[in-house]
């Protein structure tokens, strides 16, 4: 008896239902149908499903995966010693001190808990309400009868499939879907570091271009020590230079940044020499641009 599940081991619940569900949604319906009536259950519980289509409902077994069967699955072990049993193809009730158990032909139909004492006719009348059906025939069940069931489980064929089983074709899919992620990211990631690298080469030239170009215009010695200064003060606030104008009494700088503060700084340095000076902020690009006019020193 330790492979089988007791009523004491099972947790049942039965749930009203339009029609019966696509096999693709009842694992998904089981859990939260559960859910919403507080039933504790784990990823490794075995569960079993059983639509009765009399009543339009579905009723769930919820049980330990460490046992094999239910003991419900073991009533109707005598009525199959007689095969040519009429019992056998009608609706067969098992009535115990405080559960029932319907059996539909030879399989297990459906398992209530009896919170109450019923008569036979009473607890027949409650049965027929309750899943629309009519019952054949009734046994009952003594304590001292129940030990005996399943005492040839060894042999038993499973009446259910336990829904809550993760097949190992889902697992091997599961273990692709992580390769396929694990790959794409250092694909990503090579990718990233390499467009990264080339903007960062691109950024170098530029500059490299633009000081050969401000070299070459201006040959004059006289200019050597401003443009200096200029350069100096550009890299100390973080300031690019868009353009530059200079002769011997304007030198006219045009500068960008993304920070406000880093204009009015460079501000502060030439304030001296200070001769104009205006600061836009292009919207689009969430930059400042200021143009500045100075006096050579």
Do not use: W
């Amino acid at each position: 008896m330790k492979d089988i599940a007791s009523t004491s081991d099972i947790k049942s619940l039965i749930v009203d239902v339009s029609e019966e569900i696509k096999k693709k949604n009842l694992l998904n319906f089981v859990h939260t149908s559960l859910d919403l009536h507080n039933i504790d259950y784990t990823s490794s519980d075995i569960i079993y499903s059983n639509f009765l289509e009399h009543s339009k409902q579905y009723q769930f077994f919820i049980f330990p995966n460490n046992f094999k069967y239910m003991i419900l699955e073991f009533f109707n072990e005598e009525n199959q010693k007689d095969s040519n049993n009429d019992n056998l193809k009608s609706f067969n009730l098992y009535v115990c001190k405080s559960f029932f158990v319907i059996y539909k032909d030879t399989k297990l139909y459906a398992y209530q808990v009896l919170n109450q004492e019923y008569s036979k006719n009473e607890l027949v009348n409650f049965i027929s309400k309750s899943f629309n059906i009519t019952i054949s025939s009734i046994f009952e069940l003594s304590d001292s009868s129940l030990t005996k069931l399943g005492e040839n489980a060894e042999n038993k064929k499973h009446q259910f499939f336990n829904i809550n089983k993760k097949s190992n074709k889902s697992f091997l899919l599961f273990i692709a879907y992580l390769l396929l992620c694990i790959f794409v990211s250092g694909v990503y990631e090579n990718y990233e570091s390499k467009s990264l690298e080339k903007e960062n080469l691109a950024k170098i030239e530029t500059k490299k271009n633009e000081h050969l170009k401000v070299s070459k215009m201006l040959k004059f010695k006289p200019f050597k020590t401003e443009y200096k200064r200029l350069i100096s003060t550009t890299n100390k606030f973080n300031l690019k230079i868009l353009s530059l104008e200079y002769n011997l009494e304007n030198m006219n700088i045009k500068l960008s940044t993304k920070n406000k503060e880093s204009i009015y700084l460079f501000l502060n340095e030439y304030q001296n020499n200070l001769l104009g000076n205006s600061i836009v902020k292009v919207e689009s690009k969430n930059l400042f641009i200021g143009t500045i006019n100075v006096k050579p020193n």
